[in-house]
């Protein structure tokens, strides 16, 4: 027997014609004037363009939703006269309490209001048209948070390290884990820490807890939905204990720091305009700390509010409020401690707006 195929099928779908059995040839034609009912069915007359199904892209691997996600599948098919479209799912018929099917001239929607993971399968549109046949599949995958990791325990704590173990959960979620989200939390704060994240394995090693402090740990199961709800505590604290040291003293000379005051940033000669602020500043160092005294013009201007005198960390700042031509002329900062002293000086110019 002679099989006919299409020149060109769409990705993920097929044609084919249906085998006819012996038995068939000895059975007689139907008639046109037979009614509905005959067992034979009538064949079109012509076909004037064969089964074909359009699978998107998406569909030609497996389509994975969430629990209580829709599913609303449009799938496009061709054919002429228009072709008889049905669905099976795992090679049975579809539950009609729970999916539903729209076929139009050019296309057959599979609608799924709110999935459950029990709709996950292996999902097959038929396009039949006289004796030929076309056929798409679609894996549809539904899928949910995991359980719980079912149990974790404190194996052992040695220095700062503590090791856990943890077997896996009941429940996947209908999916393969992506890994294990190993926390901890040390009792004064109570805070949640992660320490690992994807991690495969059922056992770990938690490094570096501090000395003095107990800790619980936590273990989450992760797919593709994310973590479990909720995660198994460790029923035991790990106290990190204070190791016993004892500590020698050597004797040692004791390294004198006292420096007399050297400016490591001198004052910079200042143009400025007048009515705007303008800050002069300069760096020194000294031990032990120098007193810092502003002069202008070599008078003590310690208290004029006109200035501002800082000192932070060996910066030494000056603040000229709203100078005008008398604030013109040499601006010196001294500083002074019991080993000596020092001066740097600049030049202050005032000049009028235009």
Excluded at 172 to 187: E, F, P, S, W
């Amino acid at each position: 027997m002679e099989t006919a195929t299409s020149p060109e099928v769409a990705s993920g779908s097929s044609l084919k014609v249906k085998e006819a059995r012996p038995a068939d040839a000895e059975r007689p034609q139907a008639s046109p004037q037979q009614g509905a009912g005959s067992p034979v069915p009538q064949l079109p007359s012509t076909i004037e363009e064969h089964p074909k199904i359009w699978l998107p892209r998406a569909l030609r691997q497996t389509y994975i939703r969430k629990v209580g996600d829709t599913v609303n599948l449009l799938i496009p098919f061709q054919g002429k006269p228009k072709p008889r479209a049905t669905w099976t799912c795992d090679g049975c018929a579809l539950d009609a309490s729970r999916v539903s099917v729209r076929n139009g001239e050019r296309d057959s929607i599979l609608f799924i209001r709110e999935a459950q993971r029990a709709d996950s399968g292996r999902y097959q549109l038929s396009v039949q048209l006289g004796e030929l046949e076309a056929t798409a599949t679609i894996d549809i995958l539904v899928i949910e948070r995991p359980g719980p990791p079912q149990s974790i325990k404190l194996v052992d704590v040695w220095g700062s390290n503590a090791i856990l173990e943890w077997t896996p959960p009941q429940d996947t979620g209908n999916v393969a884990l992506l890994g294990y989200t190993v926390q901890k939390a040390d009792t004064k704060s109570g805070l949640w820490f992660t320490v690992l994240e994807r991690y495969h394995r059922t056992s770990c090693t938690v490094s570096k807890l501090i000395v003095g402090n107990s800790y619980a740990f936590r273990v989450f199961a992760e797919n593709q939905c994310g973590l479990s709800e909720t995660a198994p505590i460790t029923a035991d604290l790990a106290h990190i204990q204070k190791a016993a040291t004892v500590y020698k003293t050597e004797g040692f000379a004791q390294r004198d720091f006292s420096e007399a005051p050297k400016f490591s940033q001198p004052l910079a000669d200042c143009i400025t305009v007048t009515g705007y602020d303008t800050q002069l500043f300069c760096c020194v160092r000294a031990s032990p700390k120098p007193k810092i005294i502003w002069l202008k013009n070599k008078i003590d201007i310690q208290g004029n509010p006109k200035y501002r005198a800082l000192t932070h960390l060996g910066i030494c700042s000056l603040e000229i409020r709203k100078p005008g031509p008398f604030d013109r002329g040499i601006c010196t900062c001294k500083a002074v401690n019991p080993l000596g002293e020092a001066s740097v000086d600049c030049r202050v110019d005032v000049k009028a707006p235009h």
